[in-house]
């Protein structure tokens, strides 16, 4: 299914770093400061998006400038104490990379986290050789990244049809979409299934599920 493709850009978070657990535990934290109710894994994602300050009003935090600043401020800090602990690559990531590079396909990761965390993790988990771009955000809001995919790919060396966006949340359609290219969509991360499918695009339950079908 890549032999048309020569380039990948991957989502981050929750596609090729498994975090959404912890992420769930930090916006628990926040919700009960801010006198909210938890939520489930099973809710958030079923409804978490970006930018996520939509989320959060979905959540009943306020989301007037300062206290959005303050909460974003509050989860960046908490998920980073934590995440080189807590997480780990999604199953099989190392492995699919290798292999697809074996096949003459070159990475890139775009992400809604700030350049500094991108570059912390792949090395912290020893995929950095294998990656050609890093490109992350230089803010905490998690506006989204159609702006950043945007220039990119007005320098990038390959056609849109050469390149192939891997996510797991609505928002990597919505890029792929702004930017021209063809997209697919694992279901182990942000985003529930059903979502997910409801874009028509091929979705995976994970990525060893994508690595049975190269």
Known sequence: M???YKHILWDWNGTLLDDCA???SVL???LSENGRPKLSLETYKAHFGFPVIDFYAYLGI???PENFKAVSQRF???????WLKECQLQPKVPELLKQ???????????SAAHQDALEKGT???????LLKNLLGTDNIFAEGKIHRAELWMEHSEWPKEAILMVGDTLHDYEVAQAIGIDCILLASGHCN???LEATGLRVFENIEDLLKHL
Do not use: M
């Open 193 to 195: 299934r059903s979502r």
């Open 28 to 30: 628990n934290g926040l």
């Open 123 to 129: 090395s912290h988990f020893g995929i950095k050789p």
């Open 100 to 110: 697809l590079t074996a096949h003459g396909l070159s990475h890139s990761i775009l």
């Open 76 to 82: 960046i800090a908490q998920y980073e104490s934590r």
């Open 22 to 24: 912890l992420c769930v």
């Open 2 to 4: 890549f032999h048309s």
């Open 62 to 64: 306020k989301t007037d």
